[in-house]
């Protein structure tokens, strides 16, 4: 089993940036990808990062050059950076993490909105 607590959503007008915060706990050791998706009012679940163990990383084209996702000192958190912000990023963000097993946990979900 793999526990992910998401952080660091909140508000934010256009152009400006927000790093948001993944830390799983428990079985940690069988993670081999842990990623961002987010989701929109009345759309799809969309992915938007990914980054594997060994550090290769995949973007959603529209983030490509302005979101950045790498891990923390810690082995068990990865963070989003997100820069250059535009309304269309409002989204409830959710990090999630695929196992050796190919089981897919997911966080709570957290909130970034940006104003025009």
């Known amino acids: 089993q793999v526990q992910l607590v998401e952080s660091g959503g909140g508000l934010v007008q256009a152009g400006g940036s927000l790093r948001l915060s993944c830390a799983a706990s428990?079985?940690?050791?069988?993670?081999?990808?842990m990623g961002w998706y987010r989701q929109a009012p009345g759309k799809q679940r969309e992915l938007v990062a990914t980054?594997?163990?060994?550090?290769?990383?995949n973007y959603e084209d529209s983030v490509t050059g302005r979101f950045t996702i790498f891990r923390g000192n810690a082995k068990n958190t990865v963070h989003l950076q997100m820069n250059s912000l535009k309304p269309e990023d409002t989204a409830a963000y959710y990090c999630?993490?695929?196992?050796?097993?190919?089981?897919?946990?997911w966080g709570q979900g957290t909130q970034v909105t940006v104003s025009s």
């Open positions: 999630t993490a695929e196992t050796r097993y190919k089981r897919n946990y």
């Open positions: 428990g079985s940690i050791f069988s993670i081999n990808v």
């Open positions: 980054i594997t163990t060994g550090s290769t990383t």
